[in-house]
């Protein structure tokens, strides 16, 4: 697997995941029934723009790939958050899956540019 590839990937994803956040919050919030955190949806749209600027400039540096795992992990707090307000709201479930699946092919990405840049962390 090309993990470097697969790095600058994120990057371009991450870039049009933050435009979108940014860009379209108000339209977020009302589909997550979280309309008070549309200042918060854009708040994340910019830490995913400046995250994917960094896998473009840098995309086999694990370090930076490692950061977007801390951000997945901040998503889902926020989401858990939107589902204990709205258990019924399918719109959150999704968000949810989609965050858990973006999470497994970061660390993914960031586990395989340890093994290739001889940075190992524990199994």
Do not use: C, Q
């Not at 590839?5 to 589909?31: H, M, N, P």
């Not at 997945?72 to 707090?77: E, F, M, N």
């Amino acid at each position: 697997m090309e993990f470097k590839a697969l790095g600058l990937g994120l990057g371009v994803f991450l870039v049009a995941l933050g435009a979108a956040e940014l860009f379209g919050a108000k339209r977020i919030a009302r589909t997550l029934e979280a309309e008070v955190s549309e200042k918060l949806i854009r708040a994340f749209g910019v830490r995913e723009l400046v995250a994917g600027a960094g896998l473009l400039a840098a995309p086999a540096v694990a370090t930076n790939v490692w950061g977007r795992v801390a951000g997945d992990a901040l998503d889902l707090t926020a989401l858990g958050a939107a589902a204990r307000a709205h258990p019924r709201n399918r719109a959150v479930w999704g968000a949810i899956l989609f965050v858990l699946g973006a999470t497994a092919v970061d660390i993914y990405t960031a586990r395989g540019l340890d093994r290739t840049t001889g940075r190992m962390l524990p199994a």
